[in-house]
C-alpha cells in the first residue's frame, strides 16, 4: 500500500500540483497521529498537588513563606487555596518531573508517606497526561504538631 494517494483514479498522469497528500489520512489512521497535545505545567501542577493532598498524614503543601504568603491572598475577598502551592513540574513532551514542599503531621513515618506521596502523583499524572513521570522530589519542610493552631484556618486577631 503507498502512502501517497493520487486523486486521478487509474490513470498514469502525474498528480496536479496541490492535490497529492502524504502520510496516512482518512478513517482508518489513529486518532493520536492527527493532531498535537500539549500539556501546560498549570495542568500538571495541580493535579501533582491534588494527589499529594489526598496522601493521609499530608497536612499541607508548600514552604513557610509559600504557606504564609498563600494564607493571606486565600482570605482576600475571592482568594481560593492554591491547588499547586508547594509544587513545581518541569514538562517535556513526553516526560514529567515534580518537586514538592509538603508538611506532614506529626506522627507518621516520613519514608512512608514520601513512598505514598510519589506512588499518589506518579499514578494520577501518567492516568491523566499520558506523561512518564521520571521523578518527584519531596522536601519536607516542617511538621505540624497537634496543639499547633493551623494559619491557613485559624481566624486572625483583627478583622
Given at each position: 500500500m503507498s502512502d501517497t494517494i493520487n486523486?486521478?483514479?487509474?490513470?498514469?498522469?502525474?498528480?496536479?500540483?496541490?492535490?497529492t497528500l502524504t502520510g496516512r489520512t482518512g478513517a482508518g489512521?489513529?486518532?493520536?497521529?492527527?493532531?498535537?497535545?500539549?500539556?501546560?505545567?498549570?495542568?500538571?501542577e495541580?493535579?501533582?498537588g491534588m494527589a499529594t493532598r489526598e496522601v493521609p498524614g499530608i497536612h499541607s503543601l508548600g514552604?513557610?513563606?509559600?504557606?504564609?504568603?498563600?494564607?493571606?491572598?486565600?482570605?482576600?475577598?475571592g482568594g481560593r487555596p492554591s491547588v499547586s502551592r508547594g509544587v513545581k513540574v518541569e514538562v517535556g513532551e513526553r516526560q514529567a518531573a515534580v518537586d514538592l514542599d509538603v508538611v506532614?503531621?506529626?506522627?507518621?513515618?516520613?519514608?512512608?508517606?514520601?513512598?505514598?506521596?510519589?506512588?499518589?502523583?506518579?499514578?494520577?499524572?501518567?492516568?491523566?497526561?499520558?506523561?512518564?513521570?521520571?521523578?518527584?522530589n519531596i522536601a519536607v519542610d516542617d511538621v505540624?504538631?497537634?496543639d499547633e493552631e493551623d494559619e491557613e484556618t485559624g481566624e486572625g486577631r483583627v478583622q
Open positions: 486523486p486521478t483514479a487509474g490513470g498514469s498522469e502525474p498528480p496536479a500540483a496541490g492535490s489512521t489513529a486518532p493520536e497521529t492527527r493532531g498535537r497535545t500539549t500539556i501546560a505545567d498549570s495542568v500538571v495541580k493535579i501533582a514552604s513557610g513563606m509559600a504557606r504564609t504568603l498563600g494564607a493571606v491572598s486565600d482570605k482576600v475577598a506532614v503531621e506529626y506522627g507518621v513515618a516520613i519514608v512512608d508517606i514520601a513512598a505514598d506521596v510519589r506512588t499518589s502523583v506518579i499514578t494520577a499524572v501518567e492516568r491523566m497526561t499520558g506523561l512518564e513521570v521520571v521523578e518527584v505540624h504538631l497537634p
